[in-house]
Each structure stands twice: as structure tokens, then as C-alpha cells.
Nanobody, 127 residues
């Protein structure tokens, strides 16, 4: 599966952005999907994940209550609604797809779970 993320840009602190990730192929519904981000000078980190039929959604503590992950399998797309943005959310955001699932929520935090990655979209939040 090929992934393309878009929707990044600039926002003021307290503002909102919505990221989208479009997937190619007809097997999108078989993949767990996730968003990761890499801030300047830092390693890439987990942001949010959603299972194949949206039965489980998991969030990093840093974004819990502010970000919402969703998907539309009919449109081969996954979304990340980001509200109450802070300068600490400034990063390149990547979407990722993984073919396996687990009942363990922490399973989805690991990059190794995901075999397919998009190219990233820049989000910049100013104070």
C-alpha cells in the first residue's frame, strides 16, 4: 500500500489543523493505521493509532484529549484532527499502515508494527 499525507501547514497556538492520509490499493480496510511525528532534533514518536474497523483508538499522552484519529475505509483514508495546538506539536507528521493487529493497546506504539509509511507533512505551530 502507498500512503500520501497532506493537510499540514501553519497554525497559531490554540488553533486547529486536520491531516489526511490517502492510501492506494483496495486492501486499506485490512490495515491498522497510525500517525507518528518527528519534531526538530528529536526521534520520531507515536501520536495515534486506529484499528481496521475503528474498534480501538490509541493516543500518546501528549495529544490525548486534543487530537482525534478517524478513518473512512470507503475512501481509503485516515485523518488526524488536531485541536488546541501548541508549539510543541510542531513536527513532520507521518501516516503509517500495518497489517497485523493486537488486543494490546501499547502494541500500536512501536514503529516496527508498521510496514508502510507516507512521506510526511509539516505542521508548524507558532505562539
Amino acid at each position: 500500500v502507498q500512503l500520501q499525507a497532506f493537510g499540514g501547514g501553519q497554525a497559531q497556538a490554540g488553533g486547529s489543523l486536520r491531516l489526511s492520509c490517502a492510501a492506494s490499493g483496495r486492501s486499506f480496510g485490512r490495515y491498522a493505521m497510525a500517525w507518528f511525528r518527528r519534531a526538530p532534533g528529536k526521534d520520531r514518536e507515536f501520536v495515534a493509532a486506529i484499528t481496521k474497523r475503528s474498534e480501538l483508538r490509541e493516543y500518546a499522552d501528549a495529544v490525548k484529549g486534543r487530537f482525534t484519529i478517524s478513518r473512512d475505509n470507503a475512501k481509503n483514508s485516515v485523518y488526524l484532527q488536531m485541536n488546541s495546538l501548541t508549539p510543541e506539536d510542531t513536527a513532520v507528521y507521518f501516516c503509517a499502515a500495518g497489517p497485523r493487529t493486537s488486543d494490546s493497546r501499547t502494541y500500536y506504539y512501536a514503529e516496527a508494527v508498521y510496514g508502510y509509511w507516507g512521506q510526511g507533512t509539516q505542521v508548524t505551530v507558532s505562539s
